[in-house]
């Protein structure tokens, strides 16, 4: 195929800034050093003094760390899934907790708990897992169907959907005498993060090597059908493989942490407001942002009412609520 | 060549095509006409395999649409539909870059980029490659979608009213920008318009569409006269010599 004319010439001369942005720079730098300090700061706040105490240092092992851990690891996967989920919807204002998949989650947790009440940690997650992969195809399937591209519409029916999906799971801890255990599974908190019972998490590092592999698909997907038809992609199977990883990712932090609103919806509208929306460079961003809210959420809600703790859920919900309503003012100021 | 044989397709109750056998030769810009629901968008989106056929075979430059694979045709034809709204906060630079993604699925290489910055320029671009998509006007967009698929290097190119919306200068800047990538880049660019005498002056072939079928195919000569484009639009046109070439009166 012959070039234009005029074109060969002015690529010449132009500057090699054309070419896309890289990945790590020195404003990724100081973000990093940012959630480092608040790290920092959670690891070293709480009531029992870890650097006095005869024992401190086994109690920070057995619970600074691993709290600190979890933060990272859960903030960076609601942060990511609510990324992924606002691609494959093309709609700004879902995220695991908006689309009901965190609801299923907690549903596959009690039932698993139900049917085999001795079921390990990673039978729980596996229930978790699937139900939540169950209810987000559930909430596509049905986006599918009524090509609802409202952008206020699809996270009402999500909301819906999740308080049917919740409605059924207070329903059935009623009758097993498990409504109790529902509500501390469910508000998130980090409280109960001890050695042993966290390292789950640690599969949500490998969804975050995924979906950056896999961001330029996810992105093309975010165009919707007809472009990624159009460039080649196999349309469903990204959907699919898109859903997995939400799904993985909401589950295991369902099972260990609990549900953390808001997050997934908040942290990639903030990035796309300053970064646009380049998935492969904005996904440190996303986790690094996840991470920073989700910590300042648990530093308040563990030094609030010191020497007792709030559920970070709480915090997140106040701060989460604030911040979506302030994007959806924005929205329709734009629109 | 784009071979469309026997082509049926039950689309809605008002919207029914075929069956359709067609032949449009390589080269050259091809403009399908017709009045509304004639079926000319559902026509360009078979051929571009984003809707499948109820019966028949549509071929692309030699490869039949149904059994190729997506990646494959990928580079071989590239389509545009008419309505383009993303949520996706992109530059021009990164929408058009996707254009690439058939040959290196997101990884650009130093050639792509080249070839990028190419359409950019190619499309008059160049001063806005770094800005949002949602930052610009509505020509402009349509600029970055068509440098979109441009940059795609296909041989065939579809595109679905890409005149929508643009007022008289934009339309006019679009249609020689894409006949010069139908002259300099040898594209074959099959373009659904409404304007009849935008496809008389700029196309090489015009196929009228009316009611699912093919009701005229032949060259803006052939195509423009009296009774012809009185019987497939349905309305009075009166063809008249204009400066510049044909011109249809219906006013």
Known sequence: MTPPRAAVSTTATRPEHRFKGRLFDWK??????????????????????????????QMFAITRIPRTIALVLAGAAMAMSGLVMQLLTQNRFVE??????????????????????????????????IAAFIGTMVFFLFLRRVSLRSSLIVPIVGIMLGAVVGSISTFIALQT????????????????VLRGQYELLWIVALIAVAVFLVADRLTVAGLGEDVA??????????????????AVATGVVTVVVGNLPFLGLIVPNIVSMFRGDDLRSNLPWVCLLGIAIVTVCDLIARTIIMPFEVPVSVILGIVGAVVFIFLLLRQRRRA | MITLTDVAKSY????????????????????????????????????GRLLGVDRGAIEVGGLDVSTTKSKDLAKIVSILRQENHYVTRLTVRQLVGFGRFPYSK?????????????????????GLEDRYLDQLSGGQRQRAYVA?????????????????????????????????????????????????????????????????????????????????????????????????????CFY
């Open chain 1, 28 to 57: 990724l730098l100081l973000g990093v050093v940012g959630v480092a300090g608040l790290l920092m700061l959670s690891l070293t706040t709480g009531v029992y003094d870890v650097f006095g105490a005869g024992d401190g240092g």
């Open chain 1, 96 to 129: 695991p907790t908006t689309t009901g998949t965190t609801e299923w989650a907690g549903l596959g947790l009690l039932t698993v708990m139900i049917i085999f009440p001795t079921a390990s940690i990673i039978g729980r997650m596996t229930g978790a897992v």
């Open chain 1, 177 to 192: 005498d498990t409504l109790q255990n529902l509500g501390v599974w469910f508000a998130g908190s980090f409280t109960s």
């Open chain 1, 229 to 246: 038809t159009n460039v080649g992609l196999n349309y469903n199977r990204i959907m699919l493989l898109g859903t997995g990883l939400i």
């Open chain 2, 12 to 47: 809605n109750s008002e919207v029914s095509i075929g069956p359709v056998n067609l032949q449009l030769p390589a080269g050259g810009i091809t403009a399908l006409v017709g009045p509304n629901g004639a079926g000319k968008s559902t026509l360009l989106t078979m051929i």
């Open chain 2, 106 to 126: 997101g990884r650009l290489t130093l050639l792509d980029e080249e070839i990028i910055s190419r359409y950019i320029d190619f499309l008059d671009l160049g």
């Open chain 2, 148 to 248: 979109m698929v441009l940059c795609q290097e296909t041989d065939y190119v579809l595109l679905d009213e890409p005149l929508n919306n643009l007022d008289m200068r934009h339309s006019v800047q679009m249609m020689q920008h894409l006949h010069q990538a139908a002259r300099e880049l040898g594209r074959t660019i099959i373009i659904v318009l409404h304007d009849i005498n935008f496809a008389c002056h700029y196309a090489d072939r015009i196929c009228a569409v009316k009611d699912g079928q093919i009701a005229e195919f032949g060259t803006p000569e052939e195509i423009m006269s009296d009774d012809l484009l009185s019987r497939v639009f349905e309305t009075p046109v009166q063809c008249i010599n204009g400066p510049r070439g044909r011109l249809a």
